[in-house]
């Protein structure tokens, strides 16, 4: 079964500076997919974004990338630029198969505040 | 096109008791996933729903039970609280196609506490 570890349980970063978040990965499959999802304090997952095992360039989506080192099983999040509007939970989570159904396995999380 | 919904925000009951959450799906999605969310931990896959089967379930007793109606709107059925059961719980829709990953569209949750 794949597993997402996230060792980070908040950080602290002012406002206009860059951030990582930290996510490694555990799973036999050869073919996978990784995600990045933001959990404000409403409690609705918002899908940030997506690296395919199979993908040779890492994915950008705005201020967002990800630093996905595959030897190292690592898929870390950039955020350039952070936001006051960035301070949330932030979730990483792998695809995985189960009994036909493609379900999401998340990590524990990473709480980012944004000091001003 | 409308988002997923959730109904209600928040549900406060106590041990013993029997509770029904309604998630209805994003227009065109035809899969219904439901996660629970203990606090400070991330969610956990329950169950998931397709053309209103049950096509797959995580590690959570039968008292967690569920049903996916013919507009795939859905329902999360759970019986006899227990205090755990305490947690924010998600749904998500999907369009489900052969191949492929099926993008997961949450909804803004309800928030369960058992006293």
């Known amino acids: 079964a794949q597993k997402i570890t996230q060792t980070q349980p908040g950080m602290f970063v002012q406002e206009k500076e860059a951030v990582t978040l930290d996510c490694t990965y555990d799973t036999s499959d050869q073919s996978y997919g990784l995600f990045w999802y933001k959990q404000p304090s409403s409690g609705e997952m918002i899908f940030l974004i997506y690296q395919g095992s199979y993908d040779e360039q890492n994915a950008t989506e705005g201020r967002y990338s990800l630093n996905f080192q595959k030897a190292r099983k690592s898929a870390n999040l950039v955020i350039s630029a952070s936001q006051l509007g960035d301070s949330a939970m932030y979730f990483c989570a792998m695809r995985e198969i189960l009994q036909g159904a493609q379900k999401l396995v998340f990590g524990q999380g990473t709480r980012l505040t944004i000091n001003p | 096109e409308t988002g997923v919904t959730q109904s209600p925000t928040h549900l406060i009951k106590t041990r013993g008791q029997q509770v029904t959450l309604r998630c209805s799906s994003q227009s065109g999605h035809n899969t219904v996933s439901w996660y629970q969310q203990a606090l400070g931990q991330g969610p956990q896959f329950i169950f998931q729903?397709?053309?209103?089967?049950?096509?797959g379930r995580g590690n959570f007793p039968p008292r967690f039970s569920g049903l996916q109606f013919p507009n795939y709107s859905s329902e999360l059925n759970v019986n006899a609280l227990e205090l755990d059961d305490s947690a924010l719980y998600l749904c998500?829709?999907?369009?489900?196609?052969?191949?492929?990953?099926?993008?997961?569209?949450f909804g803004p949750g309800t928030r369960l506490t058992v006293l």
């Open positions: 729903y397709y053309r209103e089967e049950e096509n």
């Open positions: 998500a829709s999907s369009l489900s196609l052969a191949g492929g990953y099926n993008e997961q569209f």
